[in-house]
């Protein structure tokens, strides 16, 4: 089919993986990494590389982290008590912008989507429960459900709430307001919208 180079190709097939590639668009990136400066294409090898190689899962929260535990788990100051749940690790970023959170997180790695195949299974949901259950150095008061607020998201926080009262009655157990774009994902949502959510969260 096609008539590049295998080298050429094999490049542009694995850049049209990434999310919001098409091939036309993977085709013009292969070509400016052939025109880029060797210092320039080995940079980004480099970088993917050492990002596959040096970053892992917090073993607490499942944040993206080059230790054993991230930087927000190892912060004392921050409130333990207090955990926000998020579907990706790019939800923690908007969360801290709004410096109006200081507790800690627990990252899912996704929502629950049935249709997709995606069971409570897949993601780090049996991890939450089991984080509020050994809370052994401080007891956890409180959970934030911060799923994106679509369907899956929803669903996913319901589904939650619901395991947690049977687990953790004690527990109380929130959700951002509402006041979030509907059908929109956290990631995208700016500072001030989201610690408004945050501030006027609601019991579940
Ligand atoms: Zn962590």
């Given amino acids: 089919m096609s008539s590049y180079a295998p080298p050429v190709q094999r ?22 990494v052939l025109r880029a400066s060797d210092e320039d294409a080995f940079a980004l090898a480099d970088a993917l590389r050492e990002v596959k190689e040096r970053i892992g899962l917090c073993e607490i929260c499942y944040n993206l982290t080059d ?12 409130d333990h008590g207090l955990i926000c749940v998020v579907e990706e690790p790019g939800d923690v970023i908007p969360m801290e912008r709004t410096h109006e959170y200081s507790g800690v997180y627990h990252v899912l790695g ?3 989507s049935p249709i997709d195949g995606i069971d409570p299974e897949d993601l780090k949901i049996a991890e939450l429960y089991a984080r509020v259950q050994q809370s052994d150095t401080q007891p956890i008061r409180e959970i934030v459900l911060a799923t994106n607020p679509t369907t899956t998201g929803e669903a996913t926080a319901l589904h939650i709430a619901h395991e947690l009262r049977e687990r953790a009655p004690e527990l109380t157990v929130t959700r951002l307001a509402s006041g979030l774009p509907v059908g929109s994902d956290l990631e995208y949502a700016d500072e001030v919208t989201l610690g408004k959510a945050f501030a006027g969260r609601r019991s579940l």
């Fill in 11 to 32: 490049l542009v097939t694995e850049l049209s993986k990434l999310p919001g590639v098409g091939t036309r668009t993977a085709q013009r990136l292969a070509f400016h």
């Fill in 67 to 78: 230790e054993a535990r991230c930087r927000i788990c190892q912060d004392t100051r921050r």
């Fill in 110 to 112: 996704g929502a629950l």
